[in-house]
């Protein structure tokens, strides 16, 4: 069974700055998707970014970035130029390729200060 | 497109009531998932649904809750008698196919049970 793990349960950062997410996972399989969802107080689940295993290319969208290592399973995210509106849990995610049921770490709670 | 509807946003039920959860999928998705966040946990997938078919219940629980995608209509969550354990955040997800990867989720129905 895949594993995911959020070994940050708390992070905060000022306004402006870069923080990073960790994320790790357990898995046998070489073909796989992994993802960061933000749920802000709305509770809301939204997608903030996607990558596919059998791409080298770290997946970018604006000012969130991956860190992807797949030999190390490891998948952090980065947040350049954090924004109050970022404020939120953050989870990790890993979904098989063929698999259609999403597997979700723990959480990271993310504040950002003024 | 109104995306994931799930209704009612709130619920509250007395123990051994029983409890109705209602998600619409996305225009054009056939395929519904539900997942349970209990308090400061992640999302843990219960079920997958096609229209009319269960296509995988393992992280059901056994007893007391069964689910449900009619040919005409939108997925049925129920719970009954309920107890106080089962309250928690219910999110359900859609997408067109089951392999995608990835799927929108609607806001969640919070169930408190009294």
């Known amino acids: 069974a895949q594993t995911v793990t959020q070994s940050q349960p708390e992070m905060s950062v000022q306004e402006a700055e870069t923080v990073t997410l960790s994320c790790t996972y357990d898995t046998s399989e070489s073909n796989y998707y992994l993802f960061w969802y933000k749920q802000p107080p709305s509770r809301q689940m939204i997608l903030v970014i996607r990558q596919e295993a059998y791409k080298q290319q770290n997946a970018t969208e604006n000012r969130f970035s991956v860190n992807f290592q797949k030999a190390a399973k490891s998948f952090s995210l980065k947040i350049s130029d954090s924004q109050l509106g970022d404020t939120a849990m953050y989870f990790c995610?890993?979904?098989?390729?063929?698999?259609?049921?999403?597997?979700f770490g723990e959480g990271t709670q993310l504040t950002v200060n003024p | 497109n109104a995306g994931v509807m799930q209704n009612p946003r709130h619920l509250v039920r007395r123990r051994g009531q029983e409890a109705r959860l209602r998600c619409s999928p996305m225009?054009?998705?056939?395929?519904v998932y539900w997942y349970r966040q209990l308090p400061e946990e992640g999302l843990k997938f219960m079920v997958y649904?096609?229209?009319?078919?269960?296509?995988?219940e393992s992280g059901m629980p056994k007893e007391r809750f069964s689910a449900e995608f009619p040919k005409e209509g939108p997925s049925i969550l129920r719970i009954q008698q309920v107890v106080r354990g089962d309250s928690a955040a219910y999110f359900c997800?859609?997408?067109?196919?089951?392999?995608?990867?990835?799927?929108?989720f609607g806001s969640g129905t919070r169930l408190t049970v009294v």
């Open positions: 997800a859609s997408s067109p196919s089951g392999t995608e990867d990835g799927y929108t």
């Open positions: 225009k054009g998705h056939s395929h």
């Open positions: 995610a890993f979904k098989e390729t063929s698999g259609s049921r999403l597997t």
């Open positions: 649904l096609q229209k009319e078919n269960i296509i995988d």
